[in-house]
T-cell receptor
């Protein structure tokens, strides 16, 4: 079946602009994760959605970052007033969760964000 | 908090050489352990996983054994190929449905 998809694949923006990154998880997966991959910091967790529970936002680096998940499926990560240090590859992953136990996280191809 | 430490790269090997990439972890409880691989220009893919002590994950000739006593999950392959050139990430998850904690990654280059 279809894997996790993300759009756009590349995004170049000017400092101070807002950007939206989209993630379509695997159908039926109840858990959705956002991570960031950058040269200096490696792979960092940003935010986690599971079913109808309140999201775990503990990894968001600042209040300029926010995310929502509509209808338990598609998610959008929004970065307001982008800064050059936001340049990174933003990865989305999804997994199936049953009985409190999760399965493997499957990753999308990522969105490469460049802030000029 | 939880953390993963893996050997620094880059690692350069000749084809058919033996590969070991060390990974140790710190966690409360009994985490699930993973190796992910990122081939050039591609996304992260699960290579193998183990969910409890003494489990061995294996895939594509790679193996890793969950060692609770040494808190390790070292990746091994008996004979590497040029096509194995990639960045390898060790990771853990507390219960399997919590965010992954990744090591910094090890870049492997295999030369013919």
């Amino acid at each position: 079946g279809a894997g996790v998809s993300q759009s756009p694949s590349n995004k170049v923006t000017e400092k101070g602009k807002d950007v939206e990154l989209r993630c379509d998880p695997i159908s039926g997966h109840t858990a959705l994760y956002w991570y960031r991959q950058s040269l200096g910091q490696g792979l960092e967790f940003l935010i986690y959605f599971q079913g109808n529970s309140a999201p775990d936002k503990s990894g968001l680096p600042s209040d300029r970052f926010s995310a929502e998940r509509t209808g338990g499926s598609v998610s959008t990560l929004t970065i307001q007033r982008t800064q050059q240090e936001d340049s990174a590859v933003y990865l989305c992953a999804s997994s199936f969760v049953a009985g409190g136990q999760g399965d493997t996280q499957y990753f999308g191809p990522g969105t490469r964000l460049t802030v000029l | 908090g939880n953390s993963v430490t893996q050997m620094e790269g880059p690692v350069t090997l000749s084809e058919e050489a033996f590969l070991t990439i060390n990974c140790t972890y710190t966690a409360t409880g009994y985490p699930s352990l993973f190796w992910y691989v990122q081939y050039p220009g591609e996304g992260l893919q699960l290579l193998l996983k183990a969910t409890k002590a003494d489990d061995k994950g294996s895939n594509k000739g790679f193996e890793a054994t969950y060692r609770k006593e040494t808190t390790s999950f070292h990746l091994e392959k008996g004979s590497v190929q040029v096509s194995d050139s990639a960045v390898y990430f060790c990771a853990l998850s507390d219960t399997g449905n919590t965010p992954l904690v990744f090591g910094k990654g090890t870049r492997l280059s295999v030369i013919a």
